[in-house]
């Protein structure tokens, strides 16, 4: 099973209503150019956790943890880069409607799942983060971020977990935890490599006796 196309097919279908073309085409780059591994690796989670889940809905969750990602990643090229200063207003201004777009969208795909509160909390922290950063030495804004990457991975592994489980262990955290800490690079991998062992390390945790077994104390929707 290819977990990247399964992601992008449906980042692309979750785009292909918007309006103005322009700002669609602009998406659509978005996507082009994209490292699908927070999408990815969220079908890929529930997937190997749950060799029955839903397919449609776990594609559904990774377009949701790319789009978010996305946003705030252009948000923040765009801090950095100041296009409003540099005299091109026409491309600054796509591009930061073209970020509330797919933050926006993002939000309405995790609605009512178990990660929905997570990407509320990495907006807030993407928030504190550029504005520590205005002040930080070079080696503390690279620190700096680095963390939306390491929170989107996170928040991909419990994504498909929540689609697989209904829940999130404590093991898979610990999973999301070091692969956080291992992809949390600008830009990301690309998902060929990055998910290269995961399974076998999502498979190991989930064999331990304290797993939520597939199905049980489901907390989020089917959607």
Known sequence: MDETAHARAAFREGIGDIVPDPLRRRL?????????TPGALTVLAATTLDDAADLDIAARRGAGVQMSYEGLRLSRDLIHTDPWANGDRTEG????IAAEVLVARGFEYLAHTGVAMDVVE???QFGR????????????????DRQLEAAFVRIAV???????????????????DELAAELSTDPLPRSETALVGVPERLSTAIASPDTTTPGEFSQSSGT
């Not at 983060?129 to 700096?144: F, K, V």
């Not at 209904?166 to 898979?172: E, R």
């Open 28 to 36: 659509e780059g978005v996507l082009e150019s994209a490292s699908m």
């Open 93 to 96: 201004d796509l591009n930061a």
């Open 122 to 124: 990495a907006v807030r």
């Open 129 to 144: 983060d550029q504005t520590h950063r205005e002040n930080a030495t070079q080696a503390e804004r690279t620190s700096l």
């Open 158 to 176: 419990r994504a498909g977990a929540d689609v697989a489980l209904g829940s999130i262990p404590d093991q898979i955290d610990g999973v999301a």
